[in-house]
């Protein structure tokens, strides 16, 4: 593996080899060298990590992931974000991973080639042309090294505005056609859970890198069609094409349900087990849950569906050229897919998916993390309508519909998007005191400091401003939002929430064997992403991973990654504690009650913690860990 260690105090960088079976486990490995456990998350010393899998180059897509191991200025232990299909062009530079360390004393991208190394002050721009944010700044970058991009068919990921002023940045990938100086329709991703945007930039002062150049793939065999069909008969009796297309349907199209992708196929499925209003609609009726839906249904997925499925068939993928999944709908020109989408719809009092698609472009543009800022939106929507604040405190003139018993669809939705507007532009400007209160601390810093500054509210509503969103809890301060998805496992005591390292369906049993479901899942999870694999991919790939590794880069996979987390964390004093806010622990009760469990029935707070220590104690067990 061709390792870049870069250390940006003095400008000056080196290449070296390193045996990894892949960045995550390296990452690990160089965070434990650095000691950065006991470093605040932007202490120059902490290392930032950004690199590719094993398997890149070859006739088996999925596996051009770039993966970032990061301190996170959230969850204040280690963290891993994703980023699709930019390592297809990034490994032509013939750099594996990228070890960045160090502050620049001015912003600097750093441009990787296969004929070398470059670090270049630049100021980023945000607004450029008719662009803005961090679509803007990559625009600018192509169109002033344009001679670099169409010399290196190279790609760029960039930080947005929200990177230098929040704690929620992320990092931005758009692919280009450098020859026309355009975008490539769909081509866009984003690592983004746990802010490693915010990271590099403020942790390294780097607002970018470029990659490209005329390196392949690292080991022959994954060009060896007659090996990968051989190991694909040898586990499910099919060749590895018709393998991939029936294990990836749900993510191109499903004839049986006549649509396709996150967004098309979640909604039809989850139904009435969708999180609306900031989770409040777990606390509803399913009948009533039920009405929502079919609302949803009408205004805000068939509009999508019948544009990208049915007029237009609009599908690309991210970048991945060998891919033929074709994940990415674009609907007019912008990505859909359902997390952000939803995030931004109805899990803010938004039905119409038309409002949806300027918030989801916003938040883009600022490269922020979609789903952290529906839990943000919500939060403080919530928070105006218990009376807890004030419209004027977060900058806005009005008060959002957030009840769903009274919500008119057609009417409030447009309401609450307009305002969702306001807020997020507000929460990056950190335009009141409230908003910089939550965009340099997160949501579980500022909703103590919240109860601090406006007691008296508190005490009259009888609600804690904490109450009122859905986090997992690290440590003293670190924390992090679920995913959209009604599920226990999502704010359960793993060690790496906010990706699907944990049993994240909506269902529930009791502590041990959830917890033996989730640890089963998260070390999977990890091992996928070290490879630098897609999830959407994982249904062919987890079978013969093991195979993979053994034979194509002559090593065993390191089962022991999920457990090297777990200790990080608590050398970090970052280890996973009880539930503070009461949504989060009702996530778990409702849906006890929604399957009709019979021995959980959580009456009081004990009965809470007592699931959440058997959970955890049954995690800790299965990894041979001793916690304090």
Not at 30 to 47: T, Y
Not at 281 to 293: D, K, W
Not at 327 to 350: L, Q, R, S, T
Not at 515 to 543: N, T, Y
Request: charged letters at 25%; glycine letters at 10%; a neutral charge.
């Amino acid at each position: 593996m061709k390792v870049l260690r870069i250390n940006l105090s003095d400008n000056s960088w080196r290449i070296e080899d390193t045996t990894a079976q892949g960045p995550v486990t390296l990452g690990v490995k160089v965070h434990n060298e650095a000691n950065s456990w006991g470093l605040d998350p932007f202490d120059p010393q902490v290392p930032f990590v950004i690199g590719m899998g094993p398997f890149v180059g070859g006739k088996m897509p999925g596996f051009h992931r770039l993966m970032v191991v990061f301190k996170s200025p959230m969850t204040r232990t280690l963290h891993v974000a994703a980023l699709g299909g930019a390592a297809y062009k990034f490994m032509g530079s013939g750099i594996d991973v990228v070890i960045i360390t160090g502050k620049s004393k001015s912003p600097v991208v750093a441009f990787l080639s296969s004929d070398g190394v470059e670090l270049r002050v630049v100021e980023p721009i945000f607004e450029y042309g008719n662009y803005h944010g961090a679509y803007a700044f990559t625009k600018y970058l192509l169109d002033t090294y344009r001679e670099f991009f169409v010399k290196y068919n190279a790609r760029a990921v960039v930080v947005g505005p929200a990177a230098l002023s929040t704690y929620n940045g992320a990092l931005v990938s758009i692919d280009v056609n450098p020859l026309k100086g355009e975008f490539r329709p769909g081509a866009e991703d984003f690592a983004a859970r746990g802010g490693p945007g915010t990271a590099l930039a403020m942790g390294h002062n780097m607002v970018g890198i470029v990659a490209g150049g005329t390196y392949r793939a690292r080991y022959a065999k994954v060009n060896d069609m007659e090996f990968i069909n051989k190991v694909m008969i040898e586990s499910f009796k099919k060749p590895f094409r018709q393998v991939m297309d029936e294990k990836t349907i749900k993510y191109r199209f499903d004839p049986g349900i006549g649509t396709g992708g996150t967004f098309g196929v979640n909604y039809p499925h989850y139904r009435e087990l969708l999180p609306l209003f900031g989770y409040k609609s777990i606390y509803l009726p399913r009948e009533v849950r039920a009405q929502h839906v079919e609302a949803i249904l009408r205004l805000f997925w068939k509009p999508f569906n019948d544009e990208v499925f049915v007029r237009s068939k609009s599908w690309y993928n991210c970048g991945d050229f060998g891919c033929s999944v074709v994940c990415k709908k674009v609907w007019h020109g912008k990505k859909v897919d359902y997390e952000p989408f939803h995030a931004m719809g109805p899990f803010i009092g938004n039905y119409i998916f038309e409002e949806a698609v300027p918030l989801v472009d916003l938040i883009d543009q600022y490269g922020l993390d979609a789903i952290e800022m529906g839990h943000v939106v919500a939060w403080l929507f919530d928070s105006l309508e218990h009376g807890l604040l004030k419209p004027e405190e977060v900058g806005l003139n009005d008060k959002p519909v957030f009840d769903p018993l009274r919500f008119n669809p057609t009417i409030d939705s447009r309401k609450n998007a307009r305002l969702a507007d306001e807020l997020i532009r507000g929460f990056v400007g950190r335009s009141t005191e409230v908003l910089r209160l939550v965009a340099e601390n997160g949501i579980r810093a500022a909703a103590r400091k919240l109860d601090e500054m406006f007691h008296e509210r508190v005490l009259k509503v009888g609600r804690s401003f904490r109450d009122l969103v859905v986090y997992a809890a690290y440590g003293g301060s670190g924390y992090m939002t679920p995913n959209l998805y009604w599920a226990p496992g999502m704010v359960a005591p793993m060690y790496v929430l906010g990706r699907y390292w944990t049993n994240y369906t909506p269902t529930f049993m009791g502590p041990e064997d959830f917890a033996k479901s989730s640890l089963g899942r998260a070390v999977m999870e990890a091992l996928i992403d070290d490879a630098g694999l897609c999830r959407f991919h994982r249904g062919w790939v987890e079978p013969v991973l093991d195979r993979l590794y053994t034979e194509v880069i002559g090593m065993q996979p390191n089962k022991d990654l999920y457990k090297e987390f777990a200790e990080y964390s608590m050398k970090a004093n970052a280890e996973p504690t009880p539930w503070e806010s009461e949504r989060a622990r009702d996530v778990v009760a409702t849906m006890a009650k929604e399957i009709g469990s019979k021995e959980w029935i959580f009456e009081d707070y004990e009965d809470y913690v007592n699931w959440w220590r058997r959970f955890k104690a049954t995690i800790d067990a299965g990894l041979g860990v001793i916690t304090r």
